[in-house]
């Protein structure tokens, strides 16, 4: 469903500007102003493997691959897969797209990516999810994991671990650097 103004848009690369479709419920997209954020903080990132994990309309994910990523969206429900597959032929871009289980995707490529952003449903226990994700170790040497969630959450505290907390009004981005 195309919401009018309310519907997120591409924000650079190849599809800039285009607008997104989003699942009619379940989904809860990233605001353009985090997108535009987290984009910032990784254009200097060599270009490479992004994760998008509990994806929804897919949002993270396309634009990744408008900025020239080899992106994967990843989402438990079927019709928000099929709404991300929709958007990438509307868009034009090549993307990976699975319904599953997030953290069992993760758990099942290890070390293929360089970027894993996590933006699952707030009622879920995100500290259990984030643990299992920085465990699951699908993203290599340092590459960066990118966990989203309410800002009123403190960050997981992890030991030696380099950890960087970027607040945008109600949602954080916790920024995780992986070992080399």
Partial sequence: MLVGMA??????????GRPLKVPPRGTRPSPSRLREALFDIIAFEPRGRFLD???GSGA???EAASRGWDAVCVDLARSAAAVIRDNARDLGL?????AGDAVAYARAHPAEFDV???????????RSIFAALLA????????????????EMS?????GADV?????????????????
């Fill in 60 to 62: 993270m994910g396309l």
């Fill in 94 to 98: 090549r993307i990976e797209v699975h």
């Fill in 7 to 16: 519907s997120p848009r591409i924000l650079a690369g190849s599809a800039k």
């Fill in 155 to 159: 960050s997981p505290a992890l030991a």
């Fill in 53 to 55: 994990l509990y994806a």
């Fill in 164 to 180: 960087r907390r970027k607040q945008y009004g109600s949602n954080t981005l916790t920024l995780v650097r992986a070992p080399a």
């Fill in 136 to 151: 699951s170790g699908a993203v290599r040497p340092n590459g960066l994991y990118v966990l989203q969630h309410p800002s």
């Fill in 116 to 126: 894993l952003v996590a933006a699952p449903p707030y009622p879920d226990d995100l």
